[in-house]
């Protein structure tokens, strides 16, 4: 089995393991889980211990819980799994939509480069215009549905001129090593060990074409009853990314060990990370409007969304 099948197996029985109200240690007085995937200085912080000792002070315990994609991460926050995570851009939008009550508290920097379509080193395919009738693998609902709905367009392509098979990330792989479908739309560091591992060609990127924002999201009843948990947590995620920004090749190996890959697939993903968490601006909050808005126009949202009712606003 490995690491991404694995990764599966565990994401599973976590969510089926885990209580819908997770109770305190003794001497404990809260517990925040936290989802998290296999990707940015969220998990540089769960590796460094740094969150656990700020808020072991105010007797909070922190749980970590892994999932393989935001979809699945933000339906663990809707069922109560989970009070706090990270995503990218569809997510979020998805989840609302869906009637889930959470808010986001956070953002990072765009990061275009770390999301593509990746075709096998030996295929024929040189454009996004030829996928035209071929099969593409995605994670349903993930930032790379938005990339591939921007990529079509901008390659005269509609949405339905292209076979869609939904697959999460370790089952999109495996499709995509048997050669059961001509292209995969996927993010680091899968994106990574893909280039790395398979020689998988990319050919496109966000560059150009969309932001991919990874965004810190938390359960609304959480953070208006703990804004001071979201606060210590936003602020350790600024130190993260600050160290990790500076030291990139410590950040791969720290991640390595986290993730199960090898350094040099994560220190690829690495560099094409954003770092410098901050609250939603008003351009990233028209952003995140136009992509719902985009999503509505599909048809893919039950119905329209406003972004703004989900964005955190903490008592001053």
């Known amino acids: 089995m490995n690491v991404f099948s694995l990764l599966a197996l565990v994401t599973v029985t976590l969510l089926t393991t885990q209580p819908a109200a997770a109770q305190s240690k003794p001497g404990s007085t809260q517990v925040v889980r936290i989802g998290y995937q296999k990707y940015g200085t969220l998990v540089v912080l769960k590796a460094s211990g ?94 790379v549905h938005y990339l591939l709905v921007k990529l079509l367009e901008k390659s005269g392509l509609a949405y339905k001129d292209v076979e869609l098979v939904f697959l999460p990330p370790a089952d999109a792989r495996a499709a995509f090593e048997r050669g059961s479908v001509d292209a995969w739309v996927i993010w680091d560091p899968f994106l990574a060990a893909a280039e790395k591992q398979l020689g998988a060609r990319v050919l496109a990127d966000g560059k150009g074409v969309v932001s991919n924002h990874q965004f810190y999201l938390a359960a609304r009843n959480f953070a208006q009853k703990n804004p001071e948990v979201i606060r210590q947590i936003i602020d350790e995620l600024a130190r993260s990314d600050d160290w990790s920004q500076k030291n990139l090749k410590a950040t791969a190996t720290l991640l390595s060990t986290q993730v199960g890959l090898e350094p040099a697939i994560v220190e690829l993903a690495a560099q094409r990370f954003a770092y410098g968490v901050k609250p939603l601006s008003e351009a990233v909050i028209k952003e995140q409007q136009a992509i719902a808005d985009s999503f509505t126009e599909l048809k893919l949202l039950p119905k329209r969304i406003v972004v703004r009712d989900a964005v955190y606003q903490p008592k001053q």
């Open 50 to 143: 740094a969150l656990e000792k700020r808020l072991a002070g105010s007797g909070v315990e922190v749980r970590w819980i892994e999932f393989p994609a935001g979809p699945q991460l933000l339906e663990g926050l809707n069922v109560g799994s989970i009070d706090f995570g990270t995503t990218g851009e569809a997510p979020p939008i998805f989840a609302q939509a869906a009637g889930a009550d959470l808010l986001y508290v956070g953002y990072e920097p765009p990061a275009p480069g770390g999301e593509a379509i990746v075709v096998p080193k030996g295929s024929a395919l040189k454009s996004v215009s030829e996928l035209k009738g071929k099969k593409i693998a995605l994670n349903k609902g993930s930032n």
